[in-house]
Structures are given as structure tokens and as C-alpha cells.
């Protein structure tokens, strides 16, 4: 159990990884704290295109999230939105199951004509997070196309097909990574991690958030050698209760054959994290998060607002200082 005994310095560079919803909302509570010294590298297994258009979420979602222009109620895209082009597109036709806000419009249609010239991934959505005054950096993971699918009894959907069309109803079976193996880290990925003072894995989806960022060629060595640094990584469930904060992590679990609890989700980070952050109500699995070899820190994990955002993001920045005070990371667990 780690002790928050005597407050150690807080680690001032930090990169999370995240997905969607949960991982941005602790984003925006540790932006607060860090500010610039946040580097969030997202997920970009959920990207589609849409219209023409190419439609990264998980990007998107952490991005409004963090310029606090995010809609509350939905958890995705952005506060006050309208949907009057989605209507007209209707009325051409055009499929609109996954619907484009009319101003959400306006980052795909920049996004798309930017990667038409030529220029990177990358680069434009730095452009597009300084435009929204957003002061960390979301990078994504990688600059060529990853595409998530899943398998069910209707064989191999499309991420968002399952995720939206389908409302998550199949059960998820396995998993695949298109052109992940095309996929590698980029320079500022790497720059994030030997720079980093500090790990955080969101509590985001371990299958199809977090599992998609460690696959790129280059990022899981990267955050090895920093462990190897001491730099210690800190992962917080995103299971509570026995169920999914948000999405379908829960029914996931299962139907991949773990178990739909906090101690399933530590599971798929041992030999990863060196802390594992679950809720209170899951307080009893701390004993058994330990034994698989990753501290267990307990604590108010529902991030309901800005405040509750801010005070996990701080649970997390604590348990990493005193984990690289007591010279925890880097031992081959
Ligand atoms: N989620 C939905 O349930 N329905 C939608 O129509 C929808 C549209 C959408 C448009 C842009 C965007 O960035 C996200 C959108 N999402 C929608 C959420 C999205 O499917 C999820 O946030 C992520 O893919 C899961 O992390």
C-alpha cells in the first residue's frame, strides 16, 4: 500500500495515455495542475471517415474536453451543439448514424484539408489544440492510419459500426489493430517520454483505448525504458463498482474472458503499472491488486466535475511522486 505519508514534489512532466470520455476528464484534471507539462497521447484506433471527411473522436473528445468547450451531458463532442447540416445531409441521403455537430464540422473539414496538402497528423491537431487555447499537448499516436475492429457474430465490425450504429449490443469476441503494423511511434511521442517525470494510463478502455497505444511499434519500449528510469506509471481503473464509468469496458471484459472488476482491469497492466489506482467502493480488491506486483492506491476516482477532476488528477500526481520517492518503478517485477 503507498503510504501519502509526506507530501514528495509532484512530477511537473507528465504523459497520459488515454481514449475517450474517462481518459479525458482526468486529462482536463491534470491539465489544471500541470498545465504545458502535460503530454496526452490518444488513441486513434476509433478515427473513421465520414463524409469525406476524416472523423478522429478520441482525439477530438480529450481536445474539446480539455478547452472546456466539451458537452457534459453526452461526454463527447461539444456544449451547445446544433445538428442543422446533419439534417440536410439527410435529406440528400447521406447516412448520419454518427452524427456530426454542425460546429464539430468545422475540426474535420480543417483536419481533412490539411492532410490533403500533405501535412501530418500530428501537426495539425497541435494547430487545432492552440487554436482552442488548449495548453497541453494531445498528440496522436501514431501518423498513419490505425483502424480497431472487433470481432462478434456478425464477424468483423468497424469500431464505430459496433461502438455507435450497433450501440454496443454484440458481444466483442477479439480484437485487431488495421495497419498497426505500419504504425510507429512519432518523434514527439518519444520526445514525451524521455522527457516524462511521471506515467498515467487513463481509465479508459484497457482493449480498445489503451491496448491500440501500446501496440505502436517504438511506445511500449518507450515507457519500459522510462520505468527503467524510474519513472513511475500509474494506471487508474476505469472499472467501478464492477462497472464501466462510461462504454462498454464491463461487457468487454467478459466477453474476453476477464473478469468485469477493477482487479480484471490491473490484470492487463502487470508488468506495465507500478500503481493501480481504484475506486473506494473497490476497496476491498486492494489486497489482490497488490499481489499481482502493482500498488494499490484507494481513492475518490468518479470524476463528476471540474473539482472531482482536479482531485483525482492530484490523487494520481501524489501516488507517482511517492512511487519514484520510494524507488518503486524499474524493479523487474
Ligand atoms: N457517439 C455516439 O454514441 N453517437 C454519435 O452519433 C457520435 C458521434 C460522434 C461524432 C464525433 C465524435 O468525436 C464522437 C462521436 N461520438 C458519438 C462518440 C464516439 O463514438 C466515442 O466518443 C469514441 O469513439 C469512444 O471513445
Known amino acids: 500500500m503507498v503510504s501519502l505519508s509526506h507530501p514528495q514534489p509532484l512530477p511537473e512532466r507528465v504523459v497520459l495515455l488515454a481514449g475517450g470520455v474517462g481518459g479525458a476528464r482526468l486529462g482536463h484534471g491534470l491539465q489544471a495542475i500541470l498545465g504545458r507539462g502535460l503530454t496526452i497521447v490518444v488513441n486513434t484506433g476509433d478515427d473513421l471517415e465520414r463524409h469525406g471527411l476524416l472523423v478522429s473522436p478520441d482525439h477530438d ?39 456530426l455537430g454542425d460546429r464539430d464540422l468545422a475540426t474535420h473539414v480543417v483536419r481533412t484539408r490539411r492532410l490533403r496538402a500533405g501535412d501530418r497528423p500530428t501537426e495539425v491537431a497541435l494547430d487545432l489544440q492552440r487554436a482552442l487555447g488548449v495548453r497541453a499537448a494531445i498528440l496522436p499516436m501514431a501518423d498513419t492510419p490505425v483502424r480497431t475492429q472487433v470481432l462478434t457474430d456478425d464477424g468483423w465490425l468497424e469500431f464505430q ?82 462497472k464501466a464509468i462510461k462504454g462498454p469496458a464491463d461487457r468487454m471484459l467478459r466477453s474476453l474472458g476477464h473478469e468485469a472488476t477493477a482487479l480484471g482491469v490491473a490484470r492487463q497492466y502487470t508488468g506495465i503499472a507500478d500503481v493501480f489506482v481504484l475506486d473506494q467502493v473497490d476497496e476491498a480488491l486492494a489486497p489482490e491488486v497488490e499481489a499481482l506486483g502493482l500498488n494499490p492506491v484507494v481513492a475518490d476516482t468518479l470524476m463528476t466535475d471540474d473539482p472531482a477532476r482536479e482531485r483525482a488528477a492530484r490523487v494520481v500526481l501524489e501516488a507517482a511522486a511517492e512511487a519514484r520517492h520510494v524507488g518503486r518503478p524499474g524493479e523487474r517485477t
Open 61 to 99: 473528445t480529450v481536445m474539446y474536453t480539455l478547452a472546456g468547450l466539451d458537452n457534459r451531458e453526452w461526454g463527447w463532442g461539444l456544449a451547445g451543439e446544433t445538428f442543422a447540416n446533419a439534417e440536410m445531409l439527410e435529406r440528400y441521403g447521406e447516412e448520419t448514424w454518427f452524427r
Open 161 to 242: 459500426d459496433y461502438f455507435v450504429r450497433r450501440h454496443q449490443a454484440p458481444d466483442v469476441l477479439d480484437l485487431r489493430f488495421e495497419g498497426i503494423e505500419e504504425a510507429t511511434a512519432t518523434p514527439e511521442v518519444l520526445a514525451a517520454f524521455e522527457a516524462a517525470e511521471a506515467i498515467v494510463i487513463g481509465p479508459s478502455n484497457p482493449f480498445v483505448s489503451v491496448r491500440p497505444i501500446l501496440a505502436v511499434a517504438g511506445i511500449e519500449a518507450a515507457l519500459q525504458t522510462a520505468r527503467t528510469r524510474g519513472v513511475p506509471v500509474v494506471a487508474v481503473s476505469g472499472i467501478v463498482g464492477g
